[in-house]
Antibody, heavy 122, light 109 residues
Framework: EVQLLESGGGLVQPGGSLRLSCAAS????????MSWVRQAPGKGLEWVSA????????YYADSVKGRFTISRDNSKNTLYLQMNSLRAEDTAVYYC???????????????WGQGTTVTVSS | QSALTQPASVSGSPGQSITISCTGT?????????VSWYQQHPGKAPKLMIY???KRPSGVSNRFSGSKSGNTASLTISGLQAEDEADYYC?????????FGGGTKLTVL
C-alpha cells in the first residue's frame, strides 16, 4: 500500500524558515516524480513545487520561487520542502503527492499524504 | 483568481446526476487531454477521481465520469449518494505549470 507521511509543520514567525518532510513507502520512490500542494485555510488547492524521480529537474510556482527549495533523498525514500523567508500568506496545509510518472509535466497526482500544517504568524 | 474556473457550488438530490464544469483556455484545458479531478472531504486529503480527462483510477466508482469539449472539462456524477458530498477540484497541464480550479462544493440535498 502506498503511504505518504508529511511532517515538519508548525508555527513560525514571518521571515523564518521550516523544512517539511514526506516519508514515502509502498512503491519504488525513485521512479516517480513528487509534488507539494498547499491549501490555505478555507481556500482551494495551490500547486507549489515538483521534482522529477531522479531529482534532476525541479519546478516552482511563481509565488514561492526563490524562497522554497524542493529536494529528495531516494536512499531514504523522503521528499523535502525547505521554506525560507516565510510570509503570512504561506500559512496553509501542505500536502505531498505522488505523481503518476517519473516526469512532472503531464502526469497527475495519484496519491496524497494527509498534510502538515504551517502557520506563519508573529 | 484561479487559472481554471469552476462554479462555487452545485447541488443535487440522491439518485440524480450533476455536472461540474472546469473552464480554462486554449493554453491548458483546450490543448491537452491532461485534465484531472480530485475529491476532498472536509479535513481530509484530496483523492484522485479522474485523470487524462476521462480515465478512472482503480477503485473509483463508475458513477464518476469525465469529458472535455474545447476549453471546458466536465465531471459528471450519476446516481448521487450522500457520501459524494465534498469539494471537487479540476487540474490541467498548462505547459510549465499545473493550475487547479477554485473548487466546487457539492451538496447532496
Amino acid at each position: 500500500e502506498v503511504q505518504l507521511l508529511e511532517s515538519g509543520g508548525g508555527l513560525v514567525q514571518p521571515g523564518g524558515s521550516l523544512r517539511l518532510s514526506c516519508a514515502a513507502s509502498g512503491f519504488t520512490f525513485s521512479s516517480y516524480a513528487m509534488s507539494w500542494v498547499r491549501q490555505a485555510p478555507g481556500k482551494g488547492l495551490e500547486w507549489v513545487s515538483a521534482i522529477s524521480g531522479s531529482g534532476g529537474s525541479t519546478y516552482y510556482a511563481d509565488s514561492v520561487k526563490g524562497r522554497f527549495t524542493i529536494s529528495r533523498d531516494n536512499s531514504k525514500n523522503t521528499l523535502y520542502l525547505q521554506m525560507n523567508s516565510l510570509r503570512a500568506e504561506d500559512t496553509a496545509v501542505y500536502y505531498c503527492a505522488l505523481m503518476s510518472d517519473d516526469y512532472v509535466w503531464g502526469s497527475h497526482m495519484d496519491v496524497w499524504g494527509q498534510g502538515t500544517t504551517v502557520t506563519v504568524s508573529s | 483568481q484561479s487559472a481554471l474556473t469552476q462554479p462555487a457550488s452545485v447541488s443535487g438530490s440522491p439518485g440524480q446526476s450533476i455536472t461540474i464544469s472546469c473552464t480554462g483556455t486554449s493554453s491548458d484545458v483546450g490543448s491537452y487531454n491532461l485534465v484531472s479531478w480530485y475529491q476532498q472531504h472536509p479535513g481530509k486529503a484530496p483523492k484522485l477521481m479522474i485523470y487524462e480527462v476521462s480515465k478512472r483510477p482503480s477503485g473509483v466508482s463508475n458513477r464518476f465520469s469525465g469529458s472535455k469539449s474545447g476549453n471546458t472539462a466536465s465531471l459528471t456524477i450519476s446516481g448521487l449518494q450522500a457520501e459524494d458530498e465534498a469539494d471537487y477540484y479540476c487540474c490541467s497541464y498548462a505547459g510549465s505549470s499545473t493550475p487547479f480550479g477554485g473548487g466546487t462544493k457539492l451538496t447532496v440535498l
